[in-house]
């Protein structure tokens, strides 16, 4: 640790002996009349000669001018809804000046004019103004969900597929972890923005930013209420009838001053939805044992929510502000986890309870600096209750019923987040430093499959006759013939009717593969500690040349591994554009940049739980006790295995070394376009392994005790290791424009190819012994993602906001659903067929496949399968009914529709100032806005996971629409085109 600490004393000491060139700088706090400082604001800088130069306010509302001559300059500012009263004008010598700004409300005028200078549809130089990035705000959030489980995935699809094999990071105001913010309160969201900072630790492709608003100077405020029900709604294609659905989502808004230094926010919001949960799977008829394939049932699910967040903005003194916020969610779902392939048996009783508390003080320390400190602390506890206690009938690939097999399960969670960040100038050096510092415990009880599961699995058996007897083939001996899982457990209930025992069943094609329960202490907790500091350096080289460069190091409890040293570079050129009043309308960009991903602490609980001392898994392999559940202590005598797990020694944190080339050209009409080609490349990337699986050779399914293991005891050891690989590239386009006053789009293209031999530690190699065919597609390998949405004002003020995401279909994994090597793993790949006349052959899209393939015959690689691509259009549509005249007063910018169109550009270059600076009292003091929000426009049907296992009565099908399902949290799956009616008062 100490020769890393030196190693950064080193960078910081050489950055600082180089920053003191120039001499001449400005910069300062852009912030609003409550105190509240203004991320994203737009600074203007008009120098003696007239020549422009712009810039943006991070994310603490601090803005940097460097290697400025002396002279008077002019600085104008803005920001949706936001403006100078009139600009300043300061007078710069050879030293530095701080010069803070203050924003107002604007007035809001009907008559908007759009320059070719708007922001966000230029092109520049500056680090965070990348135009492959996606900022949304006022109208153009309109174009996502309300609900916070369709925003996330909504802006998960925005961020494309992702760069990397763990899937975008969501940060909220600047804090990891937490949960998402009601969108009431969300007044911007950044996608992809200035990916190779040090700052974060995640990958900048993928990264989506949320920051909360801040109170406001004069009181105002909303109030919504949504409703919609399934008599307005299509039917999901999964389910043979339309399923029950009724929504009421009421809240709202209120902002203003609590007195001259110091202002609220706060939201509340309420959904109370009667979820239609779509069971769709393969069953058997109670009296009969037909088959009824496909079985679709709906069942009833009520889900309640609540959330609230206040705010609380008070400026400590001139260069110091501070900003609390709290937040809570709690939600209530008595008839969880049912849907999919899970019967009504399978409820659950959850309910979920979250706290989160964000503290953030900024600090102007002087002309040279600004420090930002910050903490989070968010406490989630959640409590699972199984509504039936019994034991679990798995019937792979067809249906899942009896308990839940979670018991009385409890968590509580509690994380804390600190952190420091200083913003440095030095002449034409803008230097960011910083450390964070996060730590986390988990106190649980889990008596999850503690009553026992029993799994039934298909596979080879004899052909039986009417009278259920074998039919012998010309040797004399029974044909062989495949059956799936629902009819090896049709078999063994109808077997078990004429009074055959278990293994009689057996030999018929009957009885269960497997069966597992778990014994010991369900109570565990345990702590996790991890630390990153990181150095950056955004040197402007030129007028039209900016070096960024850094270094980040990480470090975390709980794995033995020092090596994490993160360093990133990026560099952005305009060419043909050094002239001082030149404006770029060309910008070449490169990176590079390594990122690690920390080992989480549920994995270290799994390993620590499931230690063969803690708690003790058995698993038998077909066991011929069916169905009686037989004691914890009788199990080691009954042929069982127990499975332990463990974390490899060595194992080292994931990274990937990412590099990137973009191009950025600014357009006619308003708009910008970059293309981007990206390259990840993943190493040490987590995956499992059986370390104790039978000798190759050893195991028969039928005869399980003659199997030989190398650690010479039965039982799998599963180890979780950082052996993974993972390739990636990506072709990325973005197109930002403002045709004009009433439309503005956004919208991107993503050729994507990534291959990897692992998605994570639930991978293990489907043959123990061999990784031949592991390595293949990623499961983030969707080759095409097209996205499109905005904002556009059409006639009589009819705001229309649509977002458009199209997608290929992803991979998945062909299976033979059943255990082919003694892991106790249904994981086993299908062979090639290489003899038409094999008996068991599965004829499939894929050609005819083995599910009982010999050792040396070829085999299908991992995610061998395809499945078929998405396409989701959503609308909103709005109308706004103004009354009533306020003083420079306008409706949130967080509701649809809300007050009359705004300009992009707002500030002291806009229409909306009178004479003296004062603004105009031409806004309405109260609104009513009307609109319906549609997702899946197009009534699309769009398919969840494809299942895989070929030995199911379903293969290569899903069983329910993207995003549905039984799941734990909220689910609004019921219909497939879902309308909701929506109504919102603002002042």
Do not use: C
């Amino acid at each position: 640790m100490a020769h890393y600490l030196k190693i950064v004393g080193i960078l910081l000491a050489l950055a600082g002996s180089s920053l003191f060139g120039q001499t001449v700088a400005l910069t300062g706090v852009v912030s609003d009349e409550s105190g509240g400082v203004v991320p994203g604001a737009s600074v203007t800088l008009t120098d003696p000669a007239g020549a422009l130069r712009r810039t943006r306010a991070n994310g603490q509302g601090a803005y940097f001018f460097n290697g400025l001559a002396a002279g008077d300059y002019t600085v104008a500012v803005s920001a949706p809804g936001l403006a100078l009263v009139q600009p300043a004008r300061t007078t710069l010598s050879s030293g530095r000046q701080v010069l803070n700004l203050v924003l107002k409300l604007t007035a809001v005028t009907e008559k908007v004019t759009v320059g070719d200078t708007a922001p966000g549809q230029t092109v520049s130089t500056d680090v965070s103004n990348n135009a492959s990035a996606l900022v949304l705000r006022g109208e153009d959030l309109q174009a996502l969900a309300d609900d916070p489980t369709d925003l996330a995935a909504d802006l998960q699809a925005l961020a494309g597929p992702s760069a990397g094999p763990n899937g975008g990071s969501i940060f909220i105001d600047g804090f990891s972890g937490g949960q998402l913010p009601s969108k009431e309160s969300i007044r911007e969201i950044r996608i992809n923005q200035n990916p190779f900072s040090p700052e974060y630790d995640k990958l900048g492709f993928g990264r989506i930013e949320i920051f909360t608003k801040p109170g406001s100077d004069k009181f105002k405020g909303a109030a919504y209420y949504n409703y919609a029900h399934d008599a307005l709604n299509s039917r999901n294609p999964y389910a043979a009838q339309k399923a029950p659905f009724e929504l009421f989502e009421y809240g709202g808004s209120l902002s203003g001053p609590v007195n001259k230094r110091s202002s609220f926010f706060f939201d509340v919001r309420r959904d109370a939805i009667d979820n239609g949960a779509i069971i769709n799977g393969t069953v058997l008829e109670p009296a009969t044992l037909a088959v009824v394939n496909p079985f679709t049932q709906v069942f009833l699910v009520p889900q309640r929510r609540v959330t609230l967040g206040p705010r609380l903005d008070y400026q400590l003194s001139t260069n110091h502000t501070l900003a609390i916020r709290y937040s809570y969610n709690g939600t209530d779902i008595p008839q969880s986890n049912i849907g999919s392939f899970n019967l009504p048996s399978r409820g659950i009783d959850a309910a979920t309870k979250s706290n989160t508390l964000q503290v953030t003080e900024t600090a102007v320390l002087g002309s040279r600096a600004i420090n930002e400190l910050r903490f989070q602390f968010f406490r989630l506890g959640s409590t699972a209750t199984a509504n039936d206690p019994g034991p679990a009938i798995q019937v792979i690939g067809a249906f899942t019923g009896g308990g839940a097999q979670v018991g009385r399960s409890a968590q509580t969670s509690n994380s804390y987040e600190l952190q420091n960040y200083t913003s440095l100038l030095r002449g034409a050096h803008s230097i960011k430093f910083g450390l964070r510092v996060r730590s986390e415990s988990l106190d649980t009880v889990s008596p999850v499959n503690f009553g026992g599961s029993f799994a039934f699995g298909g596979g080879l058996a004899p052909q039986l006759d009417s009278g259920n007897r074998p039919v012998l083939g010309p040797n004399g001996q029974p044909v062989q013939i495949t059956i799936d899982s629902i009819e090896r457990y049709r078999r063994t209930l109808l077997l078990g009717r004429l009074g055959l025992t278990v293994p009689q069943m057996r030999a018929l094609g009957g009885g269960p593969t497997q069966f597992s329960l778990n014994a010991g202490n369900p109570a565990l907790s345990g702590s996790q500690t991890d630390l990153g500091f990181f150095l950056g350096d955004d040197w402007r080289a030129r007028s039209n040349l900016t070096i960024s460069a850094g270094l980040r190091y990480e470090y975390q409890t709980n794995i033995s591994d020092w090596r994490n040293l993160a360093p990133r570079i990026g560099i952005a050129w305009a060419p043909g554009a050094a002239a001082a009043k030149a404006r770029p309308k060309t910008v070449l960009r490169a990176g590079f940049g390594m990122f690690y991903d920390r080992f989480a602490l549920s994995n270290t609980f799994t390993a620590q739980r499931y230690n063969g001392l803690l708690q003790q898994q058995y698993v038998v392999t077909n066991p011929d006790f069916y169905p009686t559940i037989p004691d914890a202590s009788a199990l080691p005598g009954l042929r069982s295995t127990q499975t332990v797990q463990r974390v490899a020694s060595d194992l080292r944190a994931p990274y990937v070394m990412q590099s990137a080339l973009s191009f950025e050209r600014q357009l006619p009409l308003n708009s910008t376009i970059a293309v981007t080609y990206a390259n990840t490349h993943g190493l040490h990337i987590l995956r499992s392994r059986d370390l104790n699986a039978p000798l190759p050779g050893t195991f028969d399914p039928l005869s399980p005790t003659n199997a030989q293991y190398p650690l010479g005891r039965p039982g799998p050891l599963f180890q979780m290791e950082s052996a993974g690989l993972y390739n990636q590239n990506q072709l990325i386009t973005n197109v930002n424009t403002k045709v004009n006053s009433k439309i503005s789009l956004f919208g991107s293209y993503v050729l994507n190819k990534a291959l990897s031999n692992t998605d994570g530690l639930s991978t293990f190699p489907a043959n123990p012994y061999s990784f031949a065919g592991e390595y293949g597609p990623a499961s983030t390998d969707i080759r095409h993602r097209g996205s499109l949405g905005g904002a556009i004002n059409t006639k009589w003020d009819i705001r229309l906001n649509p977002l458009f995401v199209i997608d290929s279909g992803p991979p998945f994994d062909l299976t033979v659903g059943r255990d082919l090597y003694g892991t106790t793993l249904f994981n086993g790949r299908p062979g090639i067929a290489t003899n038409p006349n094999k008996p068991g052959l599965v004829a499939t899209s894929y050609g005819l496949l083995d599910p009982n393939p010999a050792p040396d015959q070829p085999r299908v690689g991992r995610n061998f399968g395809r499945g078929p691509g998405s396409i989701m259009l959503n609308l909103r549509i709005g109308k706004t009914f103004s009354f009533g005249h306020g003083e420079g007063q306008d409706a949130p910018t967080n509701i649809p529709g809300g007050g009359p169109q705004r300009s992009a550009n707002a500030g002291v270059f806009s229409s909306g100032g009178a004479a003296g600076g004062a603004p105009a009292k031409t806004s309405h003091r109260y609104n009513i806005i009307l609109s319906m929000s549609i997702r899946n426009v197009l009534n699309h049907t769009n398919p969840g996971a494809i299942i895989g296992n070929i030995t199911s009565p379903l293969f290569g099908r899903a069983n329910q629409m993207a995003g549905g399902g039984g799941g734990g949290g909220f689910s609004e799956a019921a219909n497939n085109r879902r309308l909701e009616l929506q109504t919102r008062f603002t002042f």
